[in-house]
């Protein structure tokens, strides 16, 4: 048995009905290039199975401690079923990208089943008029609970399922799996007395690790090397609320060598910072639409990986967190994303002086107990409703093959995220890479979010503005950008 992390649990501690915590991706599928040109859903299913022994996820259940008196415990599941966890849908005519979208949004939306292995694939036939793709395509639909993987561990289990080669869908992998017996309530109660006894020296360590980071980040702010004007309260908006059960869900793509080309606009920038840039100009001209932007910028949080060299492969967890502003209060493209590289410079500053992985130590020294009775009372008070927002959206960037990849034969031709969204923040963007296209996802509780497609067309307008402000040659004049800014917003109730 492996014990879960504080990390992980928490995200256990957090799931309800109307928060699901599972992340996952869209991947699109050209089946022409498998031996015979198709893919029937029985080769899948052999294929996947096949495959189980390349990541730990696969076949992992949880073991939760009575009254959670203590985290709770990974096993090898021994009644594992693949069939349960592969799934085989079809869209109805004609297949289209909004149709898939609806569907994405509803798989999204339900919660797994705690009492088995956290994962879920579902394959999507029927994409027969998706513009840019060849008739014929599928989709894999796959979702992941949180506490198992975080978005770099969760490339291994990616990796287990797919190949550089079409030719190779049906080589297998060695498996000595052996599934656990199921633990006696008396052994966790046992462990979760004495993990409880060793709590105060975790306390000590802990805090002792981060007392010098501390001194460091007392001498950079004396300095003027690391500002505190950014550890500011994010302003309410429409994402900032209690979520409801319901989602949707969409992903735009983009040329990698657009957003390369566009970040040397500013010297230092980098891609995350463009694209961080892009979501704030999205997000500027949907709410500005709709009479609510806010007066001062709204802010992301950025997951930062802590997992070590050696730790690729392990469960779950391994992240801190920065949080960055977005610019949505600048109307000019290129300033905005000059805004937003000043910003994560300072946010990564002052991660670093303390570090990233002190950071996320400190979620050790919270009780479970207290931890789970916290997370269920905040959700059943709506106490999301009550107080400023920490961040209004999360952005998370998963870095993928600049390589075709395979799966049972058929060629990837995107690949696109989905993550959940809770009490607080209802709109959260996964940023995937794959080949030549870097795609900006988003998931969003459909109350706050009803027209997807709209707040879509405000990202691409956001990228088309930044490139045509970047790629603008000095001598030139400037390039007028339409962004509805002439029109006096009309402020939301509870917006700043």
């Known amino acids: 048995m492996q014990q879960l992390s504080a990390q992980d649990a928490a995200f256990v501690y957090l799931e309800t009905p109307h928060t699901p915590m599972h992340i996952g991706s869209v991947a699109i599928y050209d089946p022409s290039t498998a031996p015979g040109g198709f893919v029937r859903f029985k ?28 985290h709770p415990y990974w096993i090898e599941d021994p009644e594992f079923d693949i069939e349960f966890h592969v799934r085989h849908i079809a869209l109805p005519k004609p297949g289209d990208w909004r149709q898939l979208c609806i569907q994405v949004a509803r798989l999204h939306a339900r919660p797994m089943d705690l009492t088995k292995p956290l994962w879920e694939f579902t394959i999507v036939e029927g994409l027969d008029h998706v513009e840019g793709l060849p008739p014929g395509c599928f989709a894999l639909v796959s979702k992941v609970h949180h506490a198992a993987i975080d978005g770099m561990s969760g490339v291994e289990m ?145 997951p930062i990986s802590v997992r070590g060299e050696g730790e690729k492969g392990a469960l779950g967890n391994q992240v801190s967190a920065m949080v960055v502003g977005l610019g949505t209060q600048v109307e000019d493209p290129v300033e905005r994303l000059r805004f937003v590289h000043g910003e994560a410079v300072n946010s990564k500053a002052l991660t670093n002086a303390v570090g990233a992985k002190n950071l996320a130590d400190y979620s050790q020294l919270i009780p479970s107990g207290l931890a789970g009775l916290a997370a269920r009372l905040y959700t059943r008070v709506g106490a999301a409703n009550a107080h400023a927002p920490v961040y209004n959206c999360v952005v998370t960037n998963v870095p993928g093959s600049r390589v075709p990849l395979y799966f049972a034969g058929a060629k990837m031709l995107g690949m696109y995220g989905t993550a959940p969204v809770f009490d607080g923040m209802g709109l959260i963007c996964p940023v995937y890479s794959y080949g030549d296209t870097i795609a900006v996802s988003f998931t969003a509780d459909r109350a706050m979010l009803r027209d997807p497609d709209a707040f879509a067309a405000a990202l691409r307008g956001a990228f088309e503005g930044l490139r045509a402000g970047a790629m603008q040659p000095p001598s030139s004049p400037p390039v007028e950008v339409k962004d509805h800014a002439a029109k006096k917003p009309r402020q939301r109730k509870g917006a700043k």
């Open 43 to 70: 080769d899948i299913l052999a294929f996947i199975e096949g495959r189980l022994s390349g990541a730990r996820s696969f076949r992992q259940r949880l073991v939760r401690v009575p009254f959670d008196l203590d």
């Open 158 to 302: 990616s990796a287990a399922v797919h190949d550089l080669d079409p030719s190779a869908g049906g080589v297998g992998r060695p498996d000595e799996w052996r599934p656990d017996d199921m633990p006696k309530v008396a052994d966790l109660l046992a462990r979760s007395y004495f993990n409880n006894l060793v709590q105060p020296m975790r306390v000590v360590e802990t805090i002792g690790r981060s007392l010098p980071g501390v001194a460091k980040l007392g001498l950079s702010v004396g300095k003027g090397d690391v500002s505190l004007s950014g550890a500011r309260p994010a302003p309410r908006t429409r994402f900032n609320g209690k979520v409801s059960a319901h989602r949707v869900w969409d992903a735009v793509p983009f040329p990698l060598k657009d957003v390369r080309a566009i970040k040397d606009a500013v010297p230092g920038a980098t891609v995350n910072d463009v694209i961080l840039s892009v979501v704030g100009g999205g997000l500027r001209r949907y709410l500005l639409d709709k009479g609510e932007l806010p007066q001062g910028t709204m802010t992301a949080m950025a």
